[in-house]
């Protein structure tokens, strides 16, 4: 059922929900792409997918569109492998490498050879990476002692941080708009996005990034009202995930609910803020540790009983789709113990919490957090299990303690100005995980196994070398 909310947005926009047969990948407002393990697929809940509007224009003066940095191929984000193979056809003169955000830093860089932009890009070609600099709140309970940063770009007063750009497509799932809820916050003059107030704030957060994006990424003027009426009406409108599998096949198949169909019809319009919120905001919430179930199909198992002694399937295809059921289980109900993430463990007053992998990403069949509760895992941490020495560091000193602290990025805390926030950045949606490596907001893992590999270390999770093959198997078809 799409909520009423979702109703009267629809009906303003003129978008209308369509029910495309889950197995045609044929359908006309679709489109299909390769990556590493198998097929994309994009569905626009509008009708056919145009790709001619302003999404697609270049609006400002330096060449640059929103597709520039959202790639319909990329699962509507970035891939640095996409990314590469663009400066590689174009020798670095493609739109995105532009110096006033897509290079390392925008002073004293030598672009008039392939060579020197190589190097002055190359946190965007290796990574993904864009550059923004953000100043610190106004009266903040901390100061920026020190940058430390290898490119430049030392200012303390506007921090320079280097974030993965998000994707625009499952926008319906969004409880906060951009990595450090500046999107969708009072304090930065946008909206936060309330249960009974959605889909109207979304709307108006993604018309202020529109406008922001048009004025910062592609030094636009002001865009007009059809400009921004377009360019949301087209975001809006998307629907992506992983259709097909190399090995398992179509991954609505054999009673799965995979694939951006279902995704489409059924799991956005039953989406609202707060939807399977531990903390009590949804009376009719699922057990979190629940929140994704769409192969459970391909399990001739009880549900949430994951065997070591499971015998190999007679055939590659059957074994692929048991490895995919055992990683959702996984990720829903491995247990571990969540220490010392600041936005969880203080929030809620638990020192420690035995939870899982959907603990956190709790929207169900989506991944990310229902909720404005952006946290601290541990990804700015300049000493971890990431390796982060391609970023700079960033000393940060308590006005009122004198506590020190180092991070590579400081997060919501430029915004809040709140010692506390340091670091915390948002959980992002996990569907269509397979088309956009690097991951996290700094692009600190480089392929799905790293992400394991860093929560694994991160929280002494205990996941064995056949349990990491399930969980890469699973995020791969999300």
Request: proline fraction near 6%; charge should be neutral.
């Amino acid at each position: 059922m799409v909520r009423p909310g979702w109703r009267a947005l629809v009906t303003a926009l003129g978008v209308t929900f369509t029910c495309p047969a889950a197995t045609n990948p044929s359908v006309s407002n679709s489109q299909s792409f390769r990556n590493a393990t198998g097929i994309m697929q994009t569905y626009s809940m509008s009708g056919p997918l145009e790709l001619t509007g302003p999404f697609f224009q270049p609006l400002g003066t330096n060449g640059r569109s929103c597709a520039s940095c959202h790639r319909a191929d990329q699962g509507w984000a970035l891939s640095a492998e996409g990314v590469k193979a663009r400066f590689q056809a174009t020798r670095g003169r493609d739109p995105i490498f532009r110096a006033s955000d897509g290079a390392n830093c925008d002073s004293h860089k030598d672009v008039s050879t392939s060579d020197g932009r190589r190097s002055a890009f190359s946190l965007l070609i290796n990574r993904g990476l864009i550059r923004v600099a953000l100043p610190v709140a106004d009266h903040a309970d901390f100061e920026v002692v020190q940058v430390e940063n290898s490119y430049g770009c030392v200012d303390r007063k506007a921090v320079s941080v280097y974030r993965r750009p998000l994707p625009v497509t499952n926008l319906r799932f969004l409880s906060s708009v951009m990595w450090d809820g500046r999107g969708s916050s009072g304090l930065a003059g946008t909206v936060p996005i309330a249960a009974a107030t959605n889909p109207d704030d979304l709307m108006t957060d993604l018309a202020q990034q529109a406008r922001d994006a048009g004025r910062v990424h592609e030094a636009s003027r002001p865009l007009t009202p059809h400009q921004v009426q377009s360019i949301v009406k087209f975001e809006i409108s998307l629907a992506t995930a992983q259709a097909f599998d190399d090995k398992a096949g179509a991954l609505d198949a054999g009673g799965a609910k995979g694939g951006p169909a279902t995704l489409a019809t059924w799991t956005i319009p039953a989406f609202f803020v707060g939807i399977n919120d531990p903390r009590g905001g949804d009376p009719h919430a699922i057990k979190p540790e629940d929140a994704v179930r769409l192969f459970d199909a391909w399990s001739d198992r009880p549900y949430g009983r994951v065997y070591s002694d499971v015998p190999a399937a007679i055939d590659s295809q059957s074994s692929r789709r048991a490895s995919i059921a055992r990683g959702q289980v996984l990720f829903n109900q491995k247990p571990f113990d969540i220490r010392g993430v600041v936005g969880l463990n203080d929030t809620l007053r638990l020192p420690s919490i035995t939870g899982a992998c959907g603990t956190c990403h709790n929207s169900p069949n989506a991944g990310n957090r229902s909720v404005e509760a952006l946290m601290n895992t541990g990804t700015t941490d300049t000493e971890g299990p990431l390796d982060v020495s391609y970023l700079p560091t960033i000393t940060l000193r308590n006005r009122h303690t004198d506590e020190v602290k180092m991070t590579t990025d400081p997060g919501l805390a430029l915004i809040t100005g709140h010692w506390n926030d340091i670091g915390k950045v948002k959980v992002p949606i996990l569907r269509g995980l397979a088309a956009r490596p690097p991951y996290f907001h700094n692009g600190s893992a480089q392929s799905l196994g790293e992400v394991i590999d860093f929560y694994n270390k991160r929280f002494h999770a205990g996941i064995s070398a056949r349990e990491r093959e399930d969980l890469i198997a699973f995020l791969s078809s999300l």
